[in-house]
């Protein structure tokens, strides 16, 4: 089992809007600290691509995924660089209908990067557990397709009320990736979630061309999340040292239901909240994923 992580550990928002460090200097980071995958953020991908690989090249790192909307461009440059999926990192939609609109955007994402060689995935927070009509609003849009997939976020998922193992083998073989999120009480989905049609999905605007936006207001932007996450810190709190005893996930049995599948989907760790210092709590996770999980 390969064990990635991905540029947004680096920074969150920051990262999205090209703040921080450079992506050599986080591919750097990634293998000191014992991972050997990565999944980048679109802004990784406005560096030269030759670049990009000469840095995978001398890391050793190889590129799993790009958190983006799947569009031709994206899908052009993560083939070029040996990627395996774009993940559509999220979009609202607050119902059964909704969903089902989503799902129909998503397939025809897939078939256009099929040819690619690139699979398409969609990306969930703990709102995608909403229930509509009896089943949650994520089993809404996976039934509702058949080529694209799930990056199921199992912290997300856990927090949200679904214990990832059952959903995994739900969706045997819909499972491209997971992200590794450690968490430590259930809090639920929340309310009734965005609607697709309300405009708030033209917040991934804020991320689009970012390094074509003056540093002063790429900065304006962040402050904006970093009060916003404020606002909503206890959604992040629950997120402890992997493998504590407060955490309530299960990684083995989430290894065993992936095991099931006919591929192997690849492993991704995201941290939006920290114990300890940044990267010795990525160390931590990167060590004992190795030791635990086989």
């Keep these: 089992m390969k064990v990635g992580i991905g540029t947004y550990s680096f ?3 920051a990262s999205y809007l090209g703040l921080g460090p450079t992506l050599r200097e986080k591919f750097q980071t990634i293998k000191d600290l014992g991972f050997s995958c990565v999944e980048l953020l679109p802004v990784d991908l406005d560096n030269d ?3 990009i690989k000469k840095w995978l090249a ?3 790192l190889e590129v799993t995924s790009v958190h983006a909307e799947p569009t031709e461009e994206i899908v052009k440059k993560l ?3 040996g990627g395996k999926a774009v993940v559509w990192a999220g979009t609202p939609f607050c119902n059964k209908a909704e969903a089902i609109e989503v799902a129909q955007q998503l397939e025809a994402m897939a078939e256009m990067a099929e040819p690619y060689g690139i699979k398409v995935g969609y990306h969930n927070h703990s709102q995608e557990f909403y229930f509509d009509e009896g ?3 994520l089993e809404h849009l996976l039934d509702n397709g058949t080529k694209f997939f799930s990056q199921l976020d199992c912290g997300w998922a856990q927090n949200g009320g679904m214990y990832p193992p059952y959903f995994i083998r739900k969706y045997r073989n819909r499972i491209v990736s997971i992200h590794v999120k450690e968490n430590s009480r259930v809090q639920g989905p929340g309310g009734l979630p965005e609607s697709r049609h309300s405009g708030a999905q033209r917040a991934s605007a804020a991320f689009a061309n970012v390094k074509e936006l003056p540093l002063e207001e790429r900065e304006k932007i962040l402050a904006g999340f970093e009060e916003n996450r404020k606002a909503n810190s206890s959604r992040f709190d629950v997120q402890c040292k992997i493998g504590a005893p407060e955490s309530n996930m299960d990684w083995k049995e989430i ?3 992936l095991d099931e599948q006919d591929f192997e989907a690849f492993w991704v760790v ?3 909240g920290f114990y300890d210092e940044h990267d010795k709590c990525l160390l931590d996770d990167c060590t004992w994923l190795k030791e635990n999980i086989d």
């Design 58 to 60: 001398e890391t050793g």
């Design 270 to 272: 995201e941290r939006e």
């Design 255 to 257: 290894k065993k239901a």
């Design 49 to 51: 691509v030759e670049d």
């Design 135 to 137: 089943k949650s609003l």
């Design 11 to 13: 920074g969150g928002i």
């Design 79 to 81: 083939a070029a660089i």
